[in-house]
């Protein structure tokens, strides 16, 4: 098993011709993941690398396609768009890639797709990977490697540098799931963590936040009182200095909250081992599997 | 992005807040000519993206229009925070009998725009909420509906004793709410809203922060950015599209991914550094960007090392090495250079950084190490 995606996921790209959105499809076709269909208005009725049908609409490919997941590689001026049509077409997953999606769009986004049930991963992520099964977004499948380590993160080269570092040191992977950098998100840190939880091939969960927010510290809580898996936790920002937004929109300290320190703490009060460095990961695991 | 108080001001007027009148002034004449116009006491305030400007002398009080010239020219080129004022604020002395807070943010636990209001207001209300939240009212509003005139009436009367300054005060909670989608804002307050001697409501003053994203689709927005009121470093990294935060380091970090930049910081520190700067170069490898991080971070004259970490993932790691080999060969370097680079397509970046005369390491912890040694060397 893994989480959220594997062989079953059959997978309609939005935004399928456009620079990026062709060029991680051909990516993730090559890794192995079932792209079905891809959606560009305008361009219906073609054909991907002979391979995926193009519709005009998600809503078509959905119903021709039998397409369960959605990826999103759209423009962020449509992108909050994009994610709608997919929740209303009745993906019940959807990823989405885009950066600089309004804060304020996403205020109406998210009840629409919790009225819907329909998940949503990002928006501003790399996606995720369950190595040799399948890979929604831009992860690169070949710093990945299967096995029973779960990895959830805020970054995207954050991610694959200690996914580098599992990787290379015998450490495979159920998911690694990047679960985006804006303030609001579609699925956070506990969505991940109970689902690993659940995975009956998950060991061990490896969390990697950063500053802003109060996410990591809910997600400390719910390790202590809801997880009997071991965690490891890494917190990215501890120079960064307050009121200053560092890179993404949501890693931000207001005032004093949402510091590293207050994270770090947190995790190491719920018993999460917390690296200090990212070369940690390896050597925390392999005390703790 | 901040607005000026006079912007955020002419915000709120614009969606039928009352605001007392007030104009800006670049000089001390107009400044005087202003508080002619007005007649009477007046406040002159300087307008920075800075807190606490009363305490550092940027805010005073005038009896009349050459008092208020005197003072804009003492608050005029004044700098407060580490930023040069270039515009003041001349505004009628309101006759305040009551002040509070009314703010609106984006709460990113319960997703929601949440309205929050103090009959504390007029002072610092991240003090007020660290030190007796439960002076603060808050209400999550559902983006679907709105804000309802039943919660804000609800809302004012925790404000006001009075129904007729409670239903004005609602009044304006649902405007502001309307003007905060409107602009695309993160952030909108009042502070203070104020009743007058006569008992009217009244925003006196106030605070928009617009989303960055927003800035696309509102050219009339992004217009009102005042680049003279930020660091002349950053002003030009946003140009050339990367993310640049100055720190007081002397470590230059160039790293692709916020994430991996925020760790790059950290292990510095770790390895008994300080790092000089946050940048993100993004994604992309465009070797123009290259040259843009590296002509910014030189600039920084307490730069002694710069040190490079790249993850290729989507980033080909030949490309970033080209980037690097153009932009040294346009930009001499005075200072040494480690590069960290590691994934798709290493052995070509390797490669090539080699045959211009670099060496390239794969580990970051060894890069970051040998970037803190240089430092100290030099």
New interface residues.
């Given amino acids: 098993m893994s989480i959220f995606i594997d062989q079953q996921t059959r997978l309609v790209v939005q935004g399928i011709t456009g620079r990026d959105g062709s060029f991680?499809t051909r990516q993730m076709i090559g890794y192995g993941t079932k792209v079905v269909a891809g959606v560009t208005p305008g361009k219906g009725g073609r054909l991907f690398d002979g391979v995926a049908p193009v519709f005009d609409t998600v809503a078509d490919a959905v119903s021709e396609t039998q397409a369960n997941t959605s990826v999103i590689y759209v423009p962020?001026?449509v992108a909050a768009s994009a994610i709608f049509e997919a929740a209303d077409a009745g993906i019940l997953l959807i990823v989405c890639i885009t950066e600089?999606?309004?804060?304020?769009d996403?205020?109406?986004v998210?009840?629409y797709l919790h009225e819907r049930g329909a998940r949503l991963i990002g928006p501003n992520c790399?996606g995720l990977i369950s190595p040799a099964k399948s890979k929604v977004g831009?992860?690169?499948g070949?710093?990945c490697r299967p096995g029973r380590v779960g990895v959830v993160?805020?970054?995207?080269?954050?991610?694959?540098?200690i996914v580098?570092q599992l990787s290379t040191q015998g450490l495979g992977q159920s998911t690694c799931v990047g679960i985006g950098?804006d303030?609001?998100i579609g699925t956070n840190f506990i969505h991940c963590l109970s689902a690993f939880q659940a995975d009956p091939e998950t060991d061990a969960v490896v969390m990697?936040g950063?500053?802003g927010?109060?996410?990591e510290q809910?997600a400390a809580d719910f390790v202590q009182q809801a997880m009997t898996k071991p965690v490891i936790g890494?917190i990215?920002?501890?120079?960064?200095?307050p009121g200053?937004?560092?890179?993404?929109?949501?890693?931000i300290i207001s005032?004093?909250s949402g510091t590293?320190a207050e994270k770090m703490a947190a995790f190491a009060r719920a018993g999460i081992a917390v690296m200090?460095?990212?070369?940690d990961v390896v050597p925390l695991l392999k005390e703790r599997l | 992005m901040n607005l000026h108080e006079y912007q955020a001001r002419d915000i709120l007027r614009r969606h039928g807040i009352p605001v007392p009148p007030g104009e800006v002034a670049t000089t001390a004449d107009e400044a005087r000519a202003i508080a002619a116009r007005l007649g009477g006491r007046v406040v002159v305030k300087a307008q920075v993206h800075a807190g606490g400007r009363g305490k550092a002398g940027g805010v005073k009080l005038a009896a009349n229009a050459d008092e208020a010239a005197a003072h804009a020219a003492k608050i005029l080129g004044m700098t407060i925070k580490g930023l040069t004022v270039s515009r003041v604020l001349v505004a009628p002395a309101a006759d305040i009998a009551s002040e509070s807070y009314v703010g609106i943010i984006v709460d990113r636990t319960s997703q929601r725009p949440v309205l929050m209001v103090s009959a504390a207001g007029g002072i610092d209300i991240e003090e007020v909420a660290a030190k007796t939240p439960e002076k603060i009212h808050r209400l999550a509003v559902d983006p679907r509906y709105g804000l309802l005139a039943h919660q804000a009436l609800g809302l004012a009367l925790k404000l006001y004793g009075d129904i007729a300054q409670a239903r004005a005060a609602a009044e304006i909670m649902q405007r502001l709410y309307a003007a905060f989608y409107a602009v695309g804002a993160s952030l909108a307050e009042i502070n203070p809203l104020v009743t007058t001697r006569e008992g009217a409501v009244a925003a006196l003053d106030a605070k928009i922060v617009i989303d960055d994203n927003e800035l696309d689709r509102r050219p009339e927005i992004a217009a009102l950015r005042d680049t003279s009121a930020e660091a002349p470093s950053e002003v030009a990294a946003r140009e050339a599209g990367l993310t640049f935060v100055k720190l007081e380091g002397t470590v230059g970090c160039c790293v692709n991914g916020a994430g991996l930049a925020m760790a790059t910081m950290d292990l510095v520190k770790y390895y008994g550094g300080e790092p000089a700067n946050f940048l993100d170069i993004g994604g992309s490898s465009n070797p123009q960007k290259v040259v843009s991080a590296l002509r910014i971070i030189t600039a920084d004259q307490s730069v002694r090392a710069i040190l490079f970490n790249i993850f290729g993932g989507i980033t080909r790691g030949d490309d970033v090495a080209n980037g690097i080999v153009q932009a040294t060969r346009s930009l001499p370097l005075k200072v040494p250079l480690v590069i960290r680079l590691t994934g798709t397509n290493e052995e070509l970046g390797v490669q090539i950084l080699k045959q211009a005369g670099f060496s390239a390491l794969t580990d970051m912890d060894e890069a970051v190490k040998q970037a803190v040694a240089q430092v100290k060397a030099a």
């Fill in positions: 991680h962020a001026a600089g999606i309004p804060v304020l996403m205020t109406r998210l009840p790399p831009i992860i690169p070949n710093i993160s805020r970054s995207g080269t954050l991610t694959y540098e580098h950098g303030p609001l990697i950063e500053i927010g109060t996410d809910q890494f990215a920002g501890q120079t960064a200095p200053r937004r560092m890179g993404h929109a949501g890693a005032g004093s590293a200090k460095r990212p070369a």
